[in-house]
């Protein structure tokens, strides 16, 4: 056990680093996806590693880990050169990745996995328990276990690889709030063993709050290495976006809804199995209303009964002051309820051009033999331009970034034409620039009239963009803020089933 | 660990549910027919278990590979190759050659197979169009080692398979054992196993099995190489029933077909990673003695066709009914 004093970090002349990369570089092609990057690590050190979307982080990491092979560049781990050709030799050489997915296999149940990659299923029992997880069922099979704790049981497993350097490609992204908390104090007790961790996130917050060093990547280069502090996040943010102007401080505005605005979308003591426990909601024209909650809180199944995706057990949806009966969700985009869901790809056609993918709802309404009409054309082309969709990798939509994707899913609904947009966490794991270019997007669209209904896990954003936030608790609404109210500590609280119900739902 | 004390039972039923409705169906088809004929007995057991014994191995093999996220068509080019290699190679030589020889095959055909799974993974070229080109080259080569049908096999060998030398009989302990014995072994070593999870992993996600450091190569290789050790195994036992070798191209083909047939029924889903070897075999004989219940209840034989494949679609659709059901409940 090579457990080095918990020592603060400092930068030692003496020794090697833990995990050195020099000049490493990746193209596809004619795309460089990373020109020229350094990465140092040294023991017990929390790292940061930065970026907007495209800059070159995943294909960084898929290179140290093992999974891709890099084109240039030296990689050393505590001074010994390394070149992992698969994801094992990584493991052996001591560097431990969890990335986005889940690298879980969904038919085999959680101690068929364990066995699968020579684990000790004890140690992985044991960091379970320290991140809330004791009572897994290793019998559960994965396809069964839902997203957060694939993701945790991911981190568990890594955790009992006992590796030098674990590395978190967006751990956070889809974790609640106390998870997340789990996850930060694992990190630091990995920190004071004296190993290390290298940290990938969108969420500048946590790493003012937990990160030592950061390592700032845009276009495929090193810009920045620097140790945040809590004064310099704007700093960071220049460092991430170059000269592009931070678009994403928006001003914490009010946005009055016109009394007398039509109530588009209502629910009355909705009902679904265990999951919604009586919802009443109302949402009127022109709204941004926030939906807060921790994760399975029946947030999903809610946008599921809304989306016509399932049917209610109970109470009713009023559109327009009608009733839905939905047997699909065709039903409710005729209605002109249309969702957003949170997995872009469930919602993509991802082997099909972004123009087909952009109108695939106006399929049902093409009359004629031959392809789409001339304004539908129209429609189509305004929605690219609307949402600046980078359409250079048009041919398929599963090529597209992240954040060009949702892009497309978004644009569908323009194309299409809606009243009530309902949003999945449409933000999950895309940068800030193209979080803020979704986000303006959600507000323009609710003063041109639209309704829109927003659920995303990133508690901060919420008085941001919200024009009033639902807190969810145990399938019910528990509280109803204003924005201004609507801090990351009050919905916390909120969502914890810790405040004051008012007296909603059941 | 379950939640409540009732969830075991009801977790057992959603998991293996198929494969005990499978097992079920088969049990109550065998009742049946003891009923539409004068008299069941010893004769007719061994008769079902050695003559479903070509169809049982050719479905081992091709769910293995399936579970594994591919499929293979070339197994019925396989049976007759090696129906016509065994049948060809082992007439009138002793008991003792002729076990060697069948040894043989079998590994050669591993290597064969094993060979066309590294091809695959080698060219990124789909399984089901590699695999149906090996098929029509391993019915050439049976047509080659044997023109016509004949050759023969030895009297002990037969016995092997069938019970009886001369391949007619009433023990049905030989050909019981050849159909549970590799079955449990098969079904055991993809669970129990790394190899066999791999197995099973890699059909499931290749991605992520990658991703959490399994060889995703080997295992498909692997998988290739047991499917054609498995094909061989049924081109020996119909060497074994017929006494001889049969290279006609329609005999593999329509064997190719049943076995898939046989998986589908059996609970293996052909997008990979779901399902087990137990239930194919018992979907196997199913698809076996219908016939004998056809002719027995006095239906054209041209016709036993046409309920096959009505079983088969029936199947299915109760199937997904429930499975919609079950995610309505949820």
Sequence with gaps: ?506 | MFATPAAPARLWLRRHGWTAGVWLLLVVLVAWYATLIPKFGSFQVTSIAKNSLPIVFLSIGQAVVVIGGGIDLGVGGMLIMTNAAAAQLMDGQSLGVVLLIAVGVLAATALLNGLVGWIINVSKVPDIVVTLATGFIYSGFALMILPSPGGGTAGGFRYLFTGSDSGIGTNFWPAVVMVTLPTALVAQWLIRTRTGLSIYATGSDRNASFLSGVRTFRAKVVAYAVGGAFAALAGLATTALTGSGDPRFSIGANAMLNSVAAIVLGGIALTGGIGSVVGAVAAAIILFTLNPILTAIGFDPNTSQVIKGGLIVAVMMVAGLLELRRRRRE
């Design chain 1, 1 to 506: 056990m090579p457990d080095a004093a918990p020592g603060p970090g400092n930068p030692v002349t003496g020794p090697p680093p833990l995990l050195s990369a020099r000049g490493v570089a990746k193209r596809y092609g004619s795309v460089v996806a990373l020109r020229s990057a350094d990465l140092v690590v040294q023991p017990g050190e929390i790292h940061a590693l930065l970026g907007a979307n495209g800059a070159g982080k995943s294909t960084l990491v898929k290179i140290l880990a093992g999974v891709i092979a890099g084109d240039a560049g030296e990689i050393a781990v505590n001074g010994a050169p390394v070149r992992p050709r698969a994801p094992s030799d990584a493991m052996a050489a001591g560097l431990a990745t969890v990335f986005q997915d889940p690298a879980l296999i969904p038919d085999l149940d959680v101690g068929q996995n364990l066995r699968l990659t020579r684990v000790d299923e004890a140690a992985v029992r044991e960091w379970l328990g320290r991140i809330g997880l004791g009572d897994l069922d290793f019998d559960a099979k994965v396809r069964e276990l839902p997203l957060p704790v694939l993701r945790l049981l991911d981190l568990a497993r890594a955790l009992a690889h006992d590796p030098q350097l674990l590395m978190l490609d967006e751990i956070t992204a889809a974790l609640p709030a106390d998870q997340a908390e789990h996850v930060f104090a694992v990190m630091r007790e990995w920190k004071a063993r004296g190993r290390s961790v290298l940290f990938i996130t969108h969420r500048l917050a946590e790493v003012m709050r937990i990160c030592d060093m950061a390592t700032v990547l845009r276009d495929g280069g090193n810009v920045a290495t620097v140790a945040p502090s809590a004064g310099d996040q704007q700093d960071l943010v220049a460092a991430m976006l170059g000269d592009v102007v931070d678009e994403a401080a928006a001003e914490t505005a009010t946005h009055a809804v016109p009394p007398g605005a039509p109530v588009v979308l209502e629910t009355r003591d909705l009902r679904s199995t265990d999951r919604v426990n009586g919802v009443s909601l109302r949402l009127q024209a022109g709204e941004i209303l926030g939906i807060a909650a921790l994760e399975g809180q029946g947030q999903d199944r809610l946008f599921d009964l809304l989306a016509g995706d399932r049917r209610p057990d109970g109470g009713e949806i009023l559109v327009n002051g009608q009733t839905l009966h939905a047997r699909s969700p065709y039903d409710a985009i005729r209605q002109g309820v249309v969702l957003v869901p949170a997995d872009r790809l469930m919602a993509l056609l991802p082997q099909r051009s972004v123009r087909e993918n952009l109108a695939a709802p106006l399929y049902n309404t093409v009359g004629r033999w031959f392809g789409l009409a001339r304004d539908e054309k129209e429609r189509v082309q305004r929605a690219i331009d609307r949402l600046s969709i980078d359409t250079r990798a048009q041919r398929q939509a599963r090529r597209l970034s992240g954040g060009n994707q949702q892009k497309v899913v978004v644009g569908r609904w323009l194309a299409a034409g809606f009243r009530t947009l309902l949003c999945f966490d449409p933000t999950r794991g895309i940068d800030i620039q193209t979080k803020a270019q979704i986000y303006d997007l959600l507000r323009e669209l609710a003063d041109e009239g639209a309704a829109v209904l927003l659920y995303t896990s990133e508690l901060q954003e919420i008085p941001l963009v919200c024009d009033r936030v639902l807190v969810l608790y145990g399938g019910a609404v528990v509280d109803e803020m204003a924005p201004l109210a609507a801090t990351e500590e009050a919905l916390l609280t909120a969502a914890h089933g810790l405040a004051r119900p008012v007296g909603r739902g059941g």
